[in-house]
């Protein structure tokens, strides 16, 4: 519970007290995380073999804090799940189970031994959530051996890490304190969606539909969790507030730089109006013919990655000839791990074909990947600069240069409002790595072509939000002129 408090307080309203009907069917992908981060926490168990484990009656926690207890006073090595259980305020009862309970030198209650607790976690970052969880393993242990451990320590993707429980009691603190006001209201605490946390919530579906039916100003991209306070002591909780007051207040209020309250002035006009708006900078379109090029023949480029292998498996390119107006597209792929290398010349030789050619692509992942990939196999005399200087993000120019009335500017909701539909409804980013995962698995076919027909998409996609950006800036470039 603590773990998602950390991430979003609604949530802990809503674990305890919603209906669980209203949860979204977990995604393929949220699946594949739960049984990767299960793989992660058995490698790292078995370094620790053997171990000792607590037996008692499933959720018969008063139990499984008995027989616990028994195995520290027993002196384990190492304990897999112990329960721990103490007396929190006003009846309440804390409970933690951490992975690994692990015996240390020292004096306790106990005797001249005491425990350290582990907790292992499938993420790179010592993100705040896991020390979090850390620190109350501690401090339940702390009440019940009669010493505090020195740290807690974290096992993470890569890394161990100790937790300073110094800093972190007084969080965690702060964090139960919180925890016992939002479970006992009557009410959750209000929706705010935020893409970053609610992506992998079951309770999105829910959640949004809350946040639909009151116009939630969060679903206004640019309405971060630290500004929406700000925006509501200046009485701004509808879209039409926000899109008619005066930036400098705004920019005031916000202790912001000026553009940055201008850009949500200008999202929130969008919105209400329900069209693009043109950023203008002292009356001028933001963007010049040259950043947007149109030639002959442009390509248009998206990568597909496993980051849980660390693998690079599909360059999909593009080729857009507007002498003909024909379309072709070419899937440079790794249908094995090993051809990652192989996919990666295959890709530089197809775009040294169109040496001239402007090579689009959405947010700066392909062009990083390139460079990165260019260090690591080599370039085979391909000039890399010369090449990343034909790179044209089509997604920053169109944030810097027009609001939309979307509530993402991710290339799915641009797209589809600019009137493109992708053949499979529910394809996305994360679908295609499970997609890659099960290619891998089965050798069937049909995963693989699905993954193709999903980059192909997202080429054409992009495609498709350059064409749109280049006629709706004719009209302005054309008064610039
Ligand atoms: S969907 Fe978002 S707002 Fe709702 S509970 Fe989950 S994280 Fe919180």
């Known amino acids: 519970m603590l773990f998602q408090y950390r991430r979003c307080r609604r949530r802990t309203y809503l674990d305890n007290y919603a209906d669980p009907e209203l949860k979204d069917?977990?995604?393929?992908?949220?699946?594949?995380?739960?049984?990767?981060?299960?793989?992660?926490?058995?490698?790292?168990?078995?370094?620790?073999?053997?171990?000792?484990?607590?037996?008692?009656?499933?959720?018969?926690?008063?139990?499984?804090?008995?027989?616990?207890?028994?195995?520290m006073r027993e002196g384990a090595d190492t304990i897999h799940r112990g329960v721990l259980v103490t007396e929190g305020p006003d009846g309440t009862c804390y409970r933690s189970e951490p992975d690994l309970l692990v015996k240390q030198a020292g004096n306790s209650w106990l005797g001249s031994w005491y425990y350290k607790p582990y907790t292992v976690k499938f993420g790179k970052k010592?993100?705040?959530?896991?020390?979090?969880?850390?620190?109350?393993?501690?401090?339940?242990?702390?009440e019940i051996q009669g010493v505090w451990p020195d740290t807690a320590e974290l096992?993470?993707?890569?890394?161990?890490?100790?937790?300073?429980?110094?800093?972190?009691?007084?969080?965690?603190?702060?964090?139960?304190?919180?925890?016992?006001?939002?479970?006992?209201?009557?009410?959750?605490?209000?929706?705010?969606?935020?893409?970053?946390?609610?992506?992998?919530?079951?309770?999105?579906?829910?959640?949004?539909?809350k946040a639909k039916s009151v116009n939630h100003l969060s679903l206004l991209p640019g309405v971060t969790l630290p500004r929406y306070p700000t925006l509501v002591d200046l009485g701004l909780t509808t879209v039409e507030a926000l899109a008619d007051i005066d930036s400098a207040i705004l920019t005031d209020a916000l202790g912001?730089?000026?553009?940055?309250?201008?850009?949500?002035?200008?999202?929130?006009?969008?919105t209400a109006r329900g069209t693009a708006v043109p950023r203008m900078h002292s009356g001028y379109f933001p963007i010049e013919p040259h950043q947007v090029p149109t030639t002959d023949?442009?390509?248009?480029?998206?990568?597909?990655?496993?980051?849980?292998?660390?693998?690079?498996?599909?360059?999909?390119?593009?080729?857009?000839?507007?002498?003909?107006?024909?379309?072709?597209?070419?899937?440079l792929i790794a249908e094995a791990p090993e051809e990652e290398e192989k996919a990666w010349f295959e890709f530089l030789a197809l775009v040294e074909r169109y040496p001239d050619a402007p090579v689009y692509h959405f947010c700066p992942y392909e062009a990083q990947t390139v460079a990165r990939l260019g260090q690591l196999y080599g370039t085979d005399g391909v000039d890399i600069n010369k090449l990343l200087n034909r790179f044209v993000d089509i997604h920053k120019r169109i944030v810097d240069s027009v609001a939309l009335p979307v509530e993402s500017y991710a290339l799915k909701h641009l797209a589809r409002w600019?009137?493109?539909e992708w053949r499979d409804e529910d394809a996305n980013g994360a679908q295609s790595i499970?997609?890659?995962?099960?290619?891998?698995?089965?050798?069937?076919?049909?995963?693989?072509?699905?993954?193709?027909?999903?980059?192909?998409?997202?080429?054409?996609?992009?495609?498709r939000v350059k064409d749109w950006l280049v006629k709706f800036a004719q009209p302005f470039w054309q008064s610039n002129a």
């Open 25 to 71: 069917p977990p995604s393929d992908y949220f699946v594949k995380l739960r049984q990767d981060s299960a793989e992660h926490r058995q490698d790292i168990l078995s370094q620790f073999a053997p171990l000792s484990r607590p037996t008692y009656e499933h959720h018969n926690w008063e139990a499984g804090a008995d027989a616990t207890y028994r195995l």
């Open 126 to 142: 010592q993100k705040p959530e896991y020390q979090l969880v850390a620190t109350f393993s501690a401090y339940l242990l702390a």
């Open 155 to 209: 096992f993470l993707k890569n890394k161990q890490y100790s937790v300073n429980l110094e800093r972190y009691v007084p969080k965690l603190q702060e964090a139960l304190d919180d925890c016992h006001e939002i479970m006992a209201s009557d009410e959750p605490p209000e929706v705010f969606i935020s893409r970053n946390r609610c992506s992998l919530c079951p309770w999105l579906g829910h959640c949004y539909a």
């Open 256 to 270: 912001t730089e000026h553009h940055i309250s201008e850009k949500l002035i200008y999202q929130a006009q969008a």
């Open 297 to 331: 023949i442009e390509l248009y480029f998206d990568i597909e990655a496993a980051p849980d292998k660390d693998l690079i498996y599909l360059h999909g390119v593009l080729v857009v000839n507007n002498n003909n107006q024909e379309k072709t597209f070419h899937a």
């Open 418 to 420: 600019m009137g493109f």
């Open 434 to 463: 499970c997609w890659y995962a099960d290619w891998l698995e089965t050798g069937d076919r049909t995963h693989l072509n699905t993954i193709l027909r999903y980059n192909e998409d997202d080429c054409q996609a992009t495609y």
